[in-house]
């Protein structure tokens, strides 16, 4: 019984802890001339703690955990933060994929705003898989996240970044994303 209570006790604090800290990373701007690689470390936080926020089916690669740039890799200086940290408990890799052929062990799959098009042409290929796919709309000066069917658009508020969640994509995949993670984000049905 005491170690059920203590494990209740430490979900209770983890829980605010990591929403707290994601809250921080709301706060990140876009300025008219940003520093590049700020921004990019800006969207590499959000996808590292995106992650933090969905569970994997057990059937997901156990290896690692695979954050997969389709086409470009757009976070480079960002990327190079996560060295050796984890998720759910798995070193995080990188790996750059041409096609969704490749795409298999992905967890997270990053699109970047100019590969969207080519990406909603093929992403019936990973229709029903774990991958997570999270599109950049953050250079969008209006709001036109209809043209993304990717499960999270980050996308412009002003001047800060924000999250998008396509829960009819959502509905798709056996992913599970936690509920505190919805009352961040803007829903699309």
């Not at 290896?63 to 086409?71: A, D, E, G, I, N």
């Not at 200086?77 to 984890?86: A, T």
């Not at 229709?127 to 969008?140: E, K, R």
């Not at 509920?179 to 829903?187: D, F, G, I, M, Q």
């Amino acid at each position: 019984m005491i170690f059920r209570t203590r494990l209740i006790r430490n979900a209770v604090i983890r829980v605010p802890f990591c929403i707290a800290l994601f809250c921080g990373l709301l706060s990140g701007t876009l300025q008219a001339n940003p520093d590049q690689a700020l921004i990019q470390k800006i969207k590499t936080a959000f996808v590292f703690n995106i992650a933090k926020f969905v569970d994997w089916p057990e059937t997901a690669s156990q290896h690692s955990f695979t954050l997969c740039h389709y086409r470009a890799n757009i976070l480079r200086s960002g990327i190079q933060s996560l060295s050796g940290k984890e998720i759910h408990g798995l070193t995080v890799t990188e790996h750059k994929v041409r096609s969704l052929d490749e795409a298999t062990e992905c967890h997270i799959l990053f699109i970047p705003r100019d590969q969207l098009e080519q990406f909603n042409a093929e992403q019936w290929r990973i229709a029903d898989s774990y991958i997570m796919t999270i599109a950049d709309l953050t250079g969008l000066a209006e709001q036109r996240s209809y043209e993304s069917n990717a499960i999270i658009n980050l996308i412009r508020r002003g001047s800060r970044v924000g999250l998008e969640v396509n829960l009819s994509e959502v509905r798709n995949t056996p992913l599970r994303i936690s509920s505190e993670l919805l009352k961040l984000a803007r829903v699309r049905r």
